[in-house]
């Protein structure tokens, strides 16, 4: 085994993706998560861990990294999700600050920046400035490709749909990383003991609504662009999430949209050896 890794928010899009990446890459694996699954992933050590339950230090013992993935969404029953999400990574820092030997790996994202309107983009950005001069490992994704997330329900909508709302004129920015690509510059942060925070993408910036054209084509379908200004498009997916609960976009998705702003990640590129862009060969869609 190459080390004992321990991954909080297993069970989430980029969670369970992790867990059998660095499974089948020859760690010893701990899938922390709120439910335990009935359908385990062979030789990996599953443990409950809820946000507001708190963590174990003694989950540390013999652990070389902790990659914290796990995040509560602020909704109507978790309004105090921001407060929850910053207390129970304090209390990570604080049990991995004993253990100097683990390397402590945060997930935040493009959403985190100064001009954030949402909640998520709000409570990433207090955890990064809580992990500054840590000694820790922050790693901003833009839109993260693969078999679930925010990429999925907007391929999703195309294959439901061919009226596609568009926030304005769909001319917010974009950057693409394929979950692969983020789970090789996690590897490669925790092998080398690399610190500090960057943002990880495609250097290359597109628009929502070059994506949505992307997409069709790739699933062969026509599309019709609906501009709508904010407050219609947020009345939109109230409405909806109200009729599909399930619905995998959410008024805090569309703020994150509307402050989306772009980064330049070369420098992270050449830092993890790592040439992002290979989103549209790898993902399928």
Not at 14 to 26: C, D, N, P, Q
Not at 80 to 95: H, K, M, P, Q, W
Request: glycine letters at 10%.
């Amino acid at each position: 085994m190459k080390g004992r890794i321990l991954i909080t928010g297993a069970s989430g899009f980029i969670g369970k993706f992790l867990v059998r990446y660095f499974s089948l890459a020859g760690y010893n694996v701990v899938a922390l998560m709120r439910s335990i699954p009935e359908e385990k992933e062979r030789g990996v050590e599953y443990v409950r861990y809820d946000l507001r339950e708190g963590f174990q230090e003694k989950w540390l013992e013999g652990a070389t990294a902790l990659v914290h993935c796990a995040y509560l969404k602020y909704s109507v029953e978790n309004r105090d999700s921001d407060e929850v999400n910053f207390g129970a990574t304090r209390e990570i820092l604080d049990c991995t600050m004993k253990h100097p030997e683990v390397h402590f790996v945060y997930l935040s994202s493009f959403a985190a920046h100064e001009g954030a309107s949402g909640h998520y983009g709000k409570s990433k950005l207090a955890i990064e400035k809580l992990l500054e001069n840590a000694g820790t490992l922050v790693l901003k994704p833009g839109l993260v490709c693969g078999d679930g997330g925010i990429y999925s329900a907007l391929s999703d909508g195309i294959r439901k749909s061919r009226f596609i709302p568009l926030l304005g004129s769909g001319a917010q920015p974009l950057q693409l990383v394929h979950i692969s690509e983020v789970a090789e510059v996690i590897r490669t942060g925790i092998e080398r003991k690399i610190i500090g925070k960057y943002a990880i993408a495609d250097n290359r910036v597109i628009t929502f609504r070059d994506l949505y054209r992307t997409l069709a084509a790739k699933q062969g379908r026509k599309i019709y662009f609906l501009p709508l200004p904010w407050f219609l498009f947020a009345l939109l997916i109230w409405l909806l999430r109200i009729f599909y609960p399930g619905l995998g976009f959410s008024v805090e998705n569309l703020r994150g949209m509307k402050d989306a702003k772009s980064y330049n990640t070369k420098d992270s590129s050449d830092i993890f050896g790592i040439s992002f862009g290979e989103t549209d060969r790898k993902t399928d869609v």
